[in-house]
């Protein structure tokens, strides 16, 4: 070998080399700037998905303890209105429970923007468990009794079921770390 070939030779192992270097470093940037990413979503999830929760126990029970158990507000709603239950139960029960439950859109919305898709996935039991519950409140019989009783605890054990399961899958996604190998696919979000 001779003294210009081996100088080409290290020449080429020095560019080679210097290519590889770059290459390297910016994947190392590149994996350093997704977890920082995710770690601030990670941050961001946390604080929708306990606003979440929280807005959830308040309006659950609110709809549920809507309906007084007391003869006394009946027969005071009764008087009130002339006698026409419908039109009592409308002003105090049907407008209040919409409202109530529209307390519960802009967490819901919040969550499902920042996901992941099971976190989707659980949102949308919490909402059609909000609408059964705004529906079965409603319909309850007026004044209450037993049967009524029955099936308003039935509603609290369907609202804290759609509850567990949002807090597991919250949980699940909460404790996993960000990492750049776990991405799937382009959009960075966890199945």
């Given at each position: 070998m001779t003294t210009e070939q081996a100088t080409v030779i290290a020449a080429l192992i020095?560019?080679?080399?210097g290519l590889a270097g770059v290459c390297i470093g910016r994947w190392q940037v590149r994996d350093e700037a997704i977890v920082e990413h995710e770690q601030w979503l990670r941050g961001q999830r946390q604080e929708a998905y306990?606003?979440?929760?929280?807005?959830w126990d308040a309006s659950i029970s609110k709809l549920?303890?809507?309906?007084?158990?007391?003869?006394e507000h009946w027969a005071h709603l009764e008087a009130t209105y002339e006698g026409d239950l419908i039109e009592a139960t409308e002003e105090s029960i049907w407008n209040t429970s919409l409202?109530?439950?529209?307390d519960l859109d802009q967490p819901l919305e919040r969550v499902q923007l920042l996901g992941p898709n099971i976190i989707d996935a659980a949102c949308v039991v919490l909402a059609s468990t909000a609408d059964t519950v705004v529906q079965k409140?409603?319909?309850?019989?007026?004044p209450l009794d037993q049967a009524a009783i029955v099936e308003l605890d039935e509603l609290?054990?369907?609202?804290?079921?759609?509850?567990?399961?949002?807090?597991?899958?919250a949980r699940q996604v909460i404790h996993t770390p960000p990492s750049p190998r776990r991405r799937s696919g382009r959009s960075g979000r966890t199945a």
């Open positions: 020095g560019v080679v080399g306990t606003a979440l929760l929280a807005a549920i303890d809507l309906l007084p158990s007391d003869d409202k109530i439950k529209g409140v409603r319909q309850v019989r007026f609290r054990d369907r609202a804290d079921a759609a509850r567990t399961k949002f807090f597991i899958a």
